[in-house]
Protein backbone atom coordinates (compact mmCIF):
# COMPACT_ATOMS: atom_id res chain seq x y z
CA UNK A 1 0.00 0.00 0.00
CA UNK A 2 1.40 3.30 -1.34
CA UNK A 3 1.51 6.34 1.84
CA UNK A 4 2.43 9.48 0.81
CA UNK A 5 4.27 11.52 3.47
CA UNK A 6 4.10 15.56 3.71
CA UNK A 7 6.37 17.63 5.13
CA UNK A 8 6.82 19.75 6.87
CA UNK A 9 3.66 19.44 8.90
CA UNK A 10 3.28 23.31 9.10
CA UNK A 11 5.80 26.29 7.42
CA UNK A 12 5.64 29.18 9.11
CA UNK A 13 6.73 32.43 6.50
CA UNK A 14 6.14 35.84 5.46
CA UNK A 15 4.38 37.09 2.49
CA UNK A 16 7.11 37.37 -0.09
CA UNK A 17 8.55 34.60 0.67
CA UNK A 18 9.23 30.99 -1.02
CA UNK A 19 7.58 28.38 -0.24
CA UNK A 20 8.92 24.83 -0.51
CA UNK A 21 6.57 21.79 0.39
CA UNK A 22 7.53 18.00 -0.06
CA UNK A 23 5.59 15.28 -1.24
CA UNK A 24 7.28 11.40 -0.60
CA UNK A 25 5.60 8.17 -1.55
CA UNK A 26 6.30 5.06 0.05
CA UNK A 27 6.86 3.56 -3.32
CA UNK A 28 7.39 5.10 -6.96
CA UNK A 29 4.14 6.91 -8.42
CA UNK A 30 2.82 5.82 -11.77
CA UNK A 31 4.01 7.86 -14.63
CA UNK A 32 3.93 11.46 -12.44
CA UNK A 33 0.16 10.81 -11.78
CA UNK A 34 1.00 13.28 -8.88
CA UNK A 35 -1.38 15.90 -8.13
CA UNK A 36 -1.19 19.15 -5.58
CA UNK A 37 -4.17 20.52 -4.34
CA UNK A 38 -5.17 24.37 -2.04
CA UNK A 39 -7.48 24.19 0.74
CA UNK A 40 -8.13 27.38 2.70
CA UNK A 41 -10.23 27.04 5.83
CA UNK A 42 -14.37 26.10 4.93
CA UNK A 43 -13.81 25.37 1.43
CA UNK A 44 -12.98 23.09 -0.91
CA UNK A 45 -9.89 22.01 -2.51
CA UNK A 46 -8.67 23.68 -5.23
CA UNK A 47 -6.58 21.44 -8.10
CA UNK A 48 -3.05 23.54 -8.62
CA UNK A 49 -0.70 20.86 -10.16
CA UNK A 50 -1.33 18.04 -12.12
CA UNK A 51 1.02 15.36 -13.60
CA UNK A 52 3.64 16.45 -10.96
CA UNK A 53 4.67 19.41 -12.81
CA UNK A 54 1.15 21.12 -15.37
CA UNK A 55 -0.20 23.87 -13.80
CA UNK A 56 -3.50 23.32 -13.87
CA UNK A 57 -6.06 26.25 -15.66
CA UNK A 58 -6.18 29.77 -14.15
CA UNK A 59 -2.94 28.65 -11.45
CA UNK A 60 -0.67 31.65 -11.26
CA UNK A 61 2.83 31.04 -12.55
CA UNK A 62 3.89 31.36 -8.86
CA UNK A 63 2.78 27.82 -8.59
CA UNK A 64 5.66 25.11 -9.80
CA UNK A 65 5.49 21.59 -8.78
CA UNK A 66 8.36 19.13 -9.46
CA UNK A 67 9.84 15.66 -8.87
CA UNK A 68 9.61 12.12 -9.68
CA UNK A 69 9.31 8.30 -8.82
CA UNK A 70 9.04 9.35 -5.10
CA UNK A 71 9.93 12.36 -4.52
CA UNK A 72 7.97 15.52 -5.26
CA UNK A 73 8.26 19.28 -4.21
CA UNK A 74 5.23 22.17 -4.89
CA UNK A 75 7.00 25.17 -4.54
CA UNK A 76 5.46 28.65 -4.05
CA UNK A 77 8.52 30.94 -5.56
CA UNK A 78 6.28 34.66 -3.77
CA UNK A 79 3.99 34.09 -1.03
CA UNK A 80 0.81 36.14 -1.19
CA UNK A 81 -1.65 36.64 1.58
CA UNK A 82 -4.29 34.20 0.21
CA UNK A 83 -1.52 31.50 -0.41
CA UNK A 84 -1.56 30.80 3.00
CA UNK A 85 -3.75 27.63 3.47
CA UNK A 86 -3.16 23.74 3.83
CA UNK A 87 -1.65 21.93 0.65
CA UNK A 88 -2.42 18.41 -0.26
CA UNK A 89 -0.25 16.25 -2.45
CA UNK A 90 -2.14 12.95 -4.32
CA UNK A 91 -1.64 9.93 -5.98
CA UNK A 92 -3.34 7.91 -8.81
CA UNK A 93 -2.61 4.35 -9.68
CA UNK A 94 -0.89 2.40 -6.79
CA UNK A 95 -2.78 0.24 -4.35
CA UNK A 96 -4.81 1.67 -3.16
CA UNK A 97 -5.79 3.71 -6.27
CA UNK A 98 -6.12 7.02 -5.03
CA UNK A 99 -4.13 8.28 -1.82
CA UNK A 100 -3.73 11.89 -0.38
CA UNK A 101 -0.92 13.19 1.69
CA UNK A 102 -1.47 14.28 5.12
CA UNK A 103 -1.14 18.15 3.98
CA UNK A 104 0.84 20.97 4.67
CA UNK A 105 -0.38 23.91 6.53
CA UNK A 106 1.86 26.92 5.66
CA UNK A 107 1.20 29.81 7.57
CA UNK A 108 1.70 33.16 8.56
CA UNK A 109 5.09 34.17 10.92
CA UNK B 1 -18.40 25.36 -16.65
CA UNK B 2 -19.40 22.01 -14.92
CA UNK B 3 -20.84 22.81 -11.35
CA UNK B 4 -21.58 20.03 -8.49
CA UNK B 5 -23.43 20.02 -5.91
CA UNK B 6 -23.85 17.71 -2.79
CA UNK B 7 -27.70 17.21 -1.21
CA UNK B 8 -28.74 14.77 1.64
CA UNK B 9 -28.81 14.44 5.91
CA UNK B 10 -26.85 16.37 7.22
CA UNK B 11 -27.33 13.75 10.36
CA UNK B 12 -27.57 10.13 10.48
CA UNK B 13 -27.80 7.64 13.15
CA UNK B 14 -25.02 5.13 14.10
CA UNK B 15 -25.70 2.06 12.20
CA UNK B 16 -27.92 3.53 10.05
CA UNK B 17 -26.70 3.73 6.13
CA UNK B 18 -25.91 7.47 4.96
CA UNK B 19 -26.71 8.17 1.73
CA UNK B 20 -25.54 11.37 -0.49
CA UNK B 21 -26.50 12.77 -4.14
CA UNK B 22 -24.50 15.13 -6.46
CA UNK B 23 -26.43 16.78 -8.67
CA UNK B 24 -23.66 17.49 -11.99
CA UNK B 25 -25.00 20.77 -13.99
CA UNK B 26 -23.14 22.46 -17.24
CA UNK B 27 -21.76 19.84 -18.27
CA UNK B 28 -21.70 16.03 -19.81
CA UNK B 29 -21.84 13.36 -17.04
CA UNK B 30 -19.88 10.81 -19.43
CA UNK B 31 -16.70 13.20 -19.14
CA UNK B 32 -15.80 11.89 -16.19
CA UNK B 33 -15.10 9.62 -13.30
CA UNK B 34 -17.77 10.61 -10.51
CA UNK B 35 -16.19 10.34 -7.43
CA UNK B 36 -16.64 10.50 -3.95
CA UNK B 37 -13.85 12.06 -1.12
CA UNK B 38 -14.64 12.80 2.76
CA UNK B 39 -12.31 14.97 5.29
CA UNK B 40 -13.10 13.79 8.54
CA UNK B 41 -12.91 17.40 11.24
CA UNK B 42 -9.39 18.47 10.81
CA UNK B 43 -7.73 15.83 9.25
CA UNK B 44 -6.80 14.24 6.10
CA UNK B 45 -8.73 13.81 2.89
CA UNK B 46 -9.56 10.44 1.87
CA UNK B 47 -10.98 8.98 -1.73
CA UNK B 48 -14.01 6.84 -1.13
CA UNK B 49 -14.58 5.79 -4.81
CA UNK B 50 -15.63 6.28 -8.17
CA UNK B 51 -17.93 5.49 -10.70
CA UNK B 52 -18.49 5.90 -14.55
CA UNK B 53 -21.22 6.58 -16.58
CA UNK B 54 -21.04 2.89 -17.66
CA UNK B 55 -21.64 1.85 -13.90
CA UNK B 56 -18.02 1.00 -13.60
CA UNK B 57 -16.87 1.74 -9.97
CA UNK B 58 -13.63 1.54 -8.31
CA UNK B 59 -13.66 1.82 -4.24
CA UNK B 60 -11.63 2.43 -1.54
CA UNK B 61 -10.22 -1.03 0.21
CA UNK B 62 -10.44 0.25 3.44
CA UNK B 63 -14.33 1.29 3.41
CA UNK B 64 -14.52 -2.94 3.54
CA UNK B 65 -17.20 -3.06 1.20
CA UNK B 66 -19.75 -0.72 3.00
CA UNK B 67 -19.89 1.54 -0.39
CA UNK B 68 -22.01 1.50 -2.88
CA UNK B 69 -21.81 4.61 -5.46
CA UNK B 70 -24.21 4.48 -8.54
CA UNK B 71 -24.89 6.87 -10.86
CA UNK B 72 -28.34 8.28 -13.06
CA UNK B 73 -27.36 9.84 -16.14
CA UNK B 74 -30.96 10.71 -16.70
CA UNK B 75 -30.81 13.06 -13.88
CA UNK B 76 -27.51 14.06 -14.18
CA UNK B 77 -26.49 12.35 -10.71
CA UNK B 78 -24.20 10.45 -8.90
CA UNK B 79 -25.16 9.19 -5.47
CA UNK B 80 -23.15 7.34 -2.42
CA UNK B 81 -24.20 4.98 0.04
CA UNK B 82 -22.63 3.94 3.32
CA UNK B 83 -23.88 1.29 5.85
CA UNK B 84 -23.17 0.76 9.01
CA UNK B 85 -21.93 3.81 9.71
CA UNK B 86 -20.18 5.03 13.22
CA UNK B 87 -18.90 8.41 14.55
CA UNK B 88 -15.26 7.95 12.78
CA UNK B 89 -17.65 8.58 9.49
CA UNK B 90 -18.23 11.68 10.51
CA UNK B 91 -16.57 13.72 8.05
CA UNK B 92 -17.32 16.52 5.44
CA UNK B 93 -18.15 14.50 1.99
CA UNK B 94 -17.54 16.08 -1.53
CA UNK B 95 -18.28 14.88 -4.64
CA UNK B 96 -15.83 15.63 -7.32
CA UNK B 97 -14.79 15.37 -11.16
CA UNK B 98 -11.63 12.84 -11.75
CA UNK B 99 -10.11 13.12 -15.22
CA UNK B 100 -7.77 10.25 -15.49
CA UNK B 101 -6.22 11.42 -19.17
CA UNK B 102 -5.93 14.63 -19.17
CA UNK B 103 -5.58 15.46 -15.99
CA UNK B 104 -3.42 12.75 -15.19
CA UNK B 105 -5.90 11.27 -12.04
CA UNK B 106 -6.31 14.73 -10.58
CA UNK B 107 -9.63 16.05 -9.24
CA UNK B 108 -10.60 18.90 -10.98
CA UNK B 109 -13.80 20.29 -9.76
CA UNK B 110 -15.11 19.76 -6.59
CA UNK B 111 -18.50 20.50 -4.83
CA UNK B 112 -18.73 22.63 -2.08
CA UNK B 113 -18.62 19.73 0.44
CA UNK B 114 -21.15 18.78 2.82
CA UNK B 115 -21.05 17.85 6.32
CA UNK B 116 -22.56 14.69 7.93
CA UNK B 117 -22.48 13.60 11.98
CA UNK B 118 -23.16 10.37 12.56
CA UNK B 119 -25.04 10.23 16.13
CA UNK B 120 -25.16 7.85 18.94
Known amino acids: EIVLTQSPGTLSLSPGERATLSCRAS???????LAWYQQRPGQAPRLLIY???SRATGIPDRFSGSGSGTDFTLTISRLEPEDFAVYYC??????????FGGGTKVEIK | QVLLQESGPGLVKASETLSLSCTVS????????WSWIRQPPGKELEWIGY???????NYNPSLKGRVTISVDTSKNQFSLRLSSVTAADTAVYYC??????????????WGQGTMVTVSS
Open chain 2, 51 to 57: IYYSGST
Open chain 2, 96 to 109: AALTITAYKGAFDI
Open chain 1, 51 to 53: GAS
Open chain 1, 27 to 33: QSVSSSY
Open chain 1, 90 to 99: QQYGSSPLLT
Open chain 2, 26 to 33: GGFIRSYY
